[in-house]
């Protein structure tokens, strides 16, 4: 049973740091294109960022400076750094993936999900 | 910046249909989008319905159809059912930029 649960998130104050987690049972996620999103309090949903197989990494206009998604394949782990915090940056944070051994269309989808890790960013 | 934007919210009877839409700022959404349509319930993580226009998930009920309508994604609940009522995102790819962006979201409430 594929299963991503993520972790990491806190209280943090303006202008910190943290290292969002999300470790991957049921599948490899060296095999799949892994994704953070998250969700502010009562609001949508918004994409942050992609790893893809070959490690190439891409985000958000809006996080591009300030966040890093990274990839562990020994431990099974994905990871979120999320620097200079404000604010806006408060919200839930999920880790998506692809389908295992994932080809054409099916690489484009956002099929697993974790629970999220909530983020809050206050003084 | 592409914005993609969602009806804010709909209102169907049980049993009945309904068409949520998903359109793009810079032009029409194609196959190349890769429209994904996403369910989230209050309180739960997102669950995945459609990818790639229509395909569906093992898990997507039957009643639930993906296509492409008039230049937008498009997503058709045909039979609607009580636990249909959920918020329903869609998340569209930009190839030139390899990045995805989701609409605002769309409330359908079943009465």
């Known amino acids: 049973e594929v299963q991503l649960v993520e972790s990491g998130g806190g209280l943090i104050q303006p202008g910190g740091s943290l290292r969002l987690s999300c470790a991957a049972s049921?599948?490899?996620?060296?095999?799949?294109?892994m994704s953070w999103v998250r969700q502010a309090p009562g609001k949508g949903l918004e994409w942050l960022s992609v790893?893809?197989?070959?490690?190439?990494?891409y985000y958000a206009d809006s996080v591009k400076s300030r966040f890093t998604i990274s990839r562990d394949n020994s431990n099974n782990m994905v990871y979120l750094q999320v620097n200079s915090l404000r604010a806006e940056d408060t919200a839930v944070y999920y880790c998506?993936?692809?389908?295992?051994?994932?080809?054409?269309?099916?690489?484009?989808?956002?099929?697993?999900w974790g629970l999220g890790t909530l983020v809050t960013v206050s003084s | 910046q592409t914005v993609v934007t969602q009806e804010p919210s709909l209102t169907v009877s049980p049993g009945g249909t309904v068409t949520l839409t998903c359109a793009s700022s810079t032009g029409a959404v194609t196959s190349a989008s890769y429209a994904n349509w996403i369910q989230q319930k209050p309180g739960q993580a997102p669950r995945a319905l459609i990818y790639s226009t229509t395909n569906k998930h093992s898990w997507t009920p039957a009643r639930f159809s993906g296509s492409l309508l008039g230049g937008k994604a498009a997503l058709t609940l045909s039979g609607v059912q009580p636990e249909d009522e959920a918020d329903y995102y869609c998340?569209?790819?930009?190839?030139?930029?390899?990045?995805?962006?989701f609409g605002g979201g769309t409330k359908l409430t079943v009465l």
């Open positions: 790893i893809y197989r070959g490690n190439n990494t």
């Open positions: 998506a993936s692809t389908p295992d051994y994932c080809s054409g269309a099916s690489c484009y989808a956002f099929q697993y």
């Open positions: 049921g599948f490899s996620v060296s095999r799949n294109y």
């Open positions: 998340l569209l790819y930009s190839g030139d930029a390899q990045t995805w962006v």
